[in-house]
């Protein structure tokens, strides 16, 4: 069963530091989705992506990030200038259109000490 | 700000009982709604989706819509204890939006 994979699973960087998180969403999706959970929170909506460019961002998704799909087959979170305040788990997700299900990779825990 | 309420709990049922599961939402013109299970530590593992008025049945989960009451529900029958794990309630935006908004979860404990 096709899945959505994110690498690393773990990262831990310093404040100030740049970091790149990255996704393969399911290969005949095409909307692609940024959330991030801090723990014991809520699941909180980042960003989508849909044709090459962000389709809706959440109040969150400031200058600090952007997103890219430099290939046919990745999807990329950058975080700039990481604060204390990013660590979370950063989870991508996909659908196969707007309004259906979107599925979940296993996420990328950041640590920004 | 669209919300989606659920208790956060814990729920505990025996096993082999059936757990009911709640959430409320703000948007009235939302049309999708999906339970999403969560383990510790991992990520939300879409369990359920329902997009019309009343009952949508999946094996032992069976989703409740009532857009009227802005509600929805997940009923968990013959609950093993593998079923321990945060049920999170998750509500798409209305408006062409793409967002989906999340609840906190209900954490749900099945005695064995």
């Known amino acids: 069963e096709p899945e959505v994979t994110q690498t690393p699973s773990h990262q831990v960087t310093q404040m100030g530091q740049e970091v790149i998180l990255r996704c393969v969403p399911i290969?005949?999706?095409?909307?692609f989705y940024w959330y991030r959970q801090i723990l014991g929170q809520k699941v909180e909506f980042l960003v989508s992506f849909y044709n090459n460019e962000i389709s809706e961002k959440s109040e969150i998704f400031d200058d600090q990030f952007s997103v890219e799909r430099p290939d046919g087959s990745n999807f990329t979170l950058k975080i700039r200038s990481t604060k204390l305040e990013d660590s979370a788990m950063y989870f991508c997700?996909?659908?196969?259109?707007?309004?259906?299900?979107?599925?979940f990779g296993p996420g990328t825990r950041l640590t920004v000490t | 700000q669209k919300e989606v309420e659920q208790n956060s709990g814990p729920l505990s049922v025996p096993e082999g009982a059936i757990a009911s599961l709640n959430c409320t939402y703000s948007d009235r013109g939302s049309q999708s709604f999906f339970w999403y299970r969560q383990y510790s530590g991992k990520s939300p593992e879409l369990i359920m989706s329902i997009y019309s008025n009343g009952d949508k049945e999946d094996g032992r989960f069976t989703a409740q819509l009532n857009k009227a009451s802005q509600y929805v529900s997940l009923l968990i029958r013959d609950s093993q204890p593998s079923d321990s794990a945060t049920y999170l309630c998750?509500?798409?935006?209305?408006?062409?939006?793409?967002?989906?908004?999340f609840g906190i979860g209900t954490k749900l404990q099945v005695i064995p």
């Open positions: 998750a509500v798409k935006d209305s408006g062409g939006y793409q967002k989906v908004t």
């Open positions: 997700a996909s659908s196969v259109a707007r309004d259906y299900e979107q599925y």
């Open positions: 290969s005949n999706h095409l909307y």
